[in-house]
């Protein structure tokens, strides 16, 4: 039998170059596993992590098939991932990581699909009967909150919010009356500018459909009849028992209800750094459990047997479980309340079963029962501050040195104090580092001097005004609780001193405009980084985070700003900002001012000496480097002559309007009327370098965008 000829196909063979590549992966390879199964301890820090970045990539992407293209692609990433040696903690890290983003995306989604509401297409005047469903008095604002559900217009949202001035408000309003009014019912508003701050989509997700204000009379077709709720009845016996700017405080401390506090003093505890003391947190949480506690250990602790045959610490943390439980209902149950609930149940049960139970642990155990239930906070300040505050804590304290620094020991009275001193200052400088970047990103600016602040207002809250609070709480059963609120008042006003003391430096805040979203998505990535490891690789997310918030503050802030209504417009100038319409409110101004980066008065365009303004129109030469660029503005709803406003148009490079402008009003560059506006939201414009940037994107498919369908006759 004749042999087969000798093939002529080249045999594949392994080059120097391949052995060398193969063996530098295979080293790779074994150097990370290497490194994980020191880190073993941390993997599973990241589960909230996975879960938390499908979340945010839902509300990242536009639209359907951007969702169902990202949960395809982790699904695809899993099943690369399975491909990898088994056994090793690679593997399991990224297929757990890819099926945990796919599992976050879809929960939002359902979430969205199945429980949110739909926004009112269109701003419109209504006359409405409606079931009021709850009421919330603000009184720093002299008006109330209904929520209602509308009963005689199937046309409109399931549940509405209306505001009804205190003038106005009926005597028989409460939950469950029915009341009848006219009003101007409009969508949730989106942000204002770019940057802003998204109440549409907060909006949907509490099922509110629209907002508006409910204009006199407002007519009651059946009373209420039932009691107000306890949290609503202690708010105004707090209110009562108080007097001055501190009533406000007493009332956030004790319901979480921040409405009886004035704008000025909100903003002072917000530029001190001091704001996080008003929102119901892991502070005020901790110090009730502790003191039931405390107190439960005291009292049985009277009696012999109990000492002797009880299971002291296990009935004290029962009671103590249940006193944070009931706070945490009666202060609304936010995120940052519910966070330090589930914390504080989980040290509790920790400290039951003779666990170590404060660790990261904790806090990843925190944040995936959060995000399972209520998936839309990831993208809120209150989760974002909330858990990288008491996540930066709880590394710093499990650090070996500072851990050894922190310890108690034999020492003098001053040293131990110093001790408690310094403690004290490290980690409110270590809180105040990790929360800088998400303060720039959600509100453009961040605290400077709140380390230094908290350490007299935190021992002040906590051992002071807290324990007084509770006590004169406690007296008014018996009618003897006026001389702890006198206490309480002025405990009170010292914090409202200090406040405003640190406020008013120069150096409390540092402003910088708005930072974008992939730039942060950086920052956040390396401020993880740094916290969930241990090992001396966790310094490497320095990097991206110092890149990220170096790039915020040499970003150019921009040179004009359009709200997506287009009645305001803040320019930037020589000597600072300036706004279109002067008797424009604190709010209007606040927002133009923090999206830009700007920490002064905002002038009138009218005043400025390059301006050239009528009733009607308002002409602006701004000079941008080697160019000079003619801006125009419109101020009334007045009709203008065609023949001078055309003329007008055409000299300018950008003409902005809040009307509709014609097809023959045709500028050198940009055209901002209404009609954009609705397309693309609120404006932020760099002249330097030509970039517009929008509210809205195109094509976005998020439920909460109101579209506005055909007008009714």
């Known amino acids: 039998m004749n042999a087969p000829p000798p093939s002529t196909a080249f045999e594949p063979r392994q080059t120097s170059l391949g052995r060398k590549a193969a063996a530098l992966a295979k080293s790779g390879f074994s150097g990370i596993e290497s490194w994980l199964e020191s880190e073993r301890e941390q993997v599973g820090l990241w589960a909230p992590v996975g879960l938390g970045a499908g979340v945010a990539v839902w509300f990242l992407l536009p639209d359907a098939m951007g969702w169902l293209a990202f949960c395809c692609a982790a699904l695809a990433l899993a099943t690369v991932g399975t491909m990898l040696p088994q056994g090793g903690r690679l593997r399991r890290m990224i297929v757990a990581g890819a099926i945990l983003a796919c599992i976050g995306c879809l929960l939002v989604w359902g979430k969205a699909t199945l429980l949110g509401q739909k926004p009112l297409p269109r701003a419109r005047f209504v006359q409405m009967t409606g079931e ?76 509110i459909g629209a907002t508006g204000k409910a204009l006199k009379p407002v007519e009651v077709l059946r009373p209420s009849t039932a009691a107000p709720p306890l949290r609503a009845r202690l708010f105004g016996h707090i209110l009562e028992r108080v007097d001055g700017p501190a009533e406000g405080i007493a009332a956030a401390l004790a319901t979480g209800d921040q409405g009886a506090i004035p704008e000025a003093d909100a903003e002072a505890m917000r530029r001190s750094g001091l704001a996080h003391l008003l929102s119901i947190s892991g502070l005020h949480v901790t110090a009730l459990i502790g003191a039931v506690i405390f107190l439960l250990m005291r009292v049985m602790a009277l009696s012999q047997r109990a000492a002797l045959h009880w299971p002291l610490m296990l009935i004290a943390a029962t009671g103590g479980a249940l006193a944070g439980i009931g706070y945490t209902w009666l202060t609304g149950a936010e995120v940052p309340t519910l966070r330090s609930c589930v914390a504080a149940l989980l040290v509790l049960g920790g400290l039951a079963m003779g666990r170590d139970a404060i660790t990261l642990r904790l806090v990843a155990s925190g944040a995936l029962l959060v995000l399972i239930f209520w998936p839309e906070a990831l993208t809120g300040p209150s989760f974002q501050m909330s858990f990288a505050a008491v996540t930066a804590l709880v590394a710093l304290a499990e650090h070996p040195r500072f851990r050894a620094f922190a310890a108690t020991r034999d020492e003098g009275v001053i040293r131990r104090l110093g001790r408690a001193l310094a403690v004290t200052l490290a980690t409110g400088i270590a809180v105040e580092l990790v929360l800088m970047p998400i303060a720039l990103f959600h509100f453009h600016k961040a605290g400077m001097l709140g380390a230094f602040a908290n350490l007299v207002a935190i021992p002040l809250t906590t051992f002071v005004v807290m324990p007084l609070e509770a006590l004169a709480l406690l007296l008014d059963v018996v009618g003897l609780g006026a001389p702890l609120w006198w206490l309480t008042q002025q405990a009170l006003n010292l914090l409202l001193l200090l406040a405003h003391g640190v406020a008013a430096s120069p150096m409390a805040t540092l402003l ?72 424009a409110g604190d709010y209007v101004r606040d927002v133009l001012s923090e999206s830009a980066g700007y920490d002064g008065e905002l002038a009138a365009i009218a005043a400025l000496p390059e301006a050239r303004c009528s009733t009607d129109l308002c002409a602006l030469r701004l000079k941008e480097g080697e160019r000079s660029w003619r801006l125009l503005f419109t101020r009334s709803d007045v009709l203008i002559a065609r023949r001078d406003f055309a003329r007008d148009c055409a000299a300018a490079d950008i003409v902005v309007s809040d009307r509709g402008l014609p097809y023959w ?49």
């Open 132 to 207: 009021v469903l709850s009421v919330q008095p603000v009184p720093a604002q002299a008006m109330v909150r209904a929520r209602l559900r509308p009963m005689d217009a199937p046309d409109l949202p399931t549940v509405v919010r209306v505001n009804i001035a205190d003038a106005d408000v009926p005597r028989e309003l409460g939950e469950g009356a029915v009341i009848r009014f006219r009003g101007r019912l409009m969508p949730p508003a989106p942000p204002s500018v770019p940057g802003g701050y998204d109440f549409a989509a907060r909006a949907y997700f509490q099922g």
């Open 512 to 583: 910088a405009p708005t930072m974008g979203t992939a730039l942060f998505a950086t920052v956040v990535v390396g401020l993880l980084w740094c916290l969930l490891w241990r090992g001396a690789l966790r310094w490497l997310g320095l990097a991206p985070v110092a890149i990220g918030v170096a790039m915020t503050f040499a970003a150019s802030p921009p040179d004009i700003l359009v709200t997506g209504d287009g009645r305001h417009v803040a320019v930037r100038t020589g000597k600072g900002m300036a706004i279109l319409r002067d008797r």
């Open 665 to 713: 009003c045709r500028s050198r560059w940009l055209k901002i009327d209404r009609r954009l506006l609705s397309r693309t939201g609120g404006l932020s414009i760099s002249l330097k370098h030509g970039e517009v940037h929008t509210v809205f994107r195109p094509g976005d498919a998020h439920p909460w965008i109101a579209r506005a369908g055909p007008r009714r006759p």
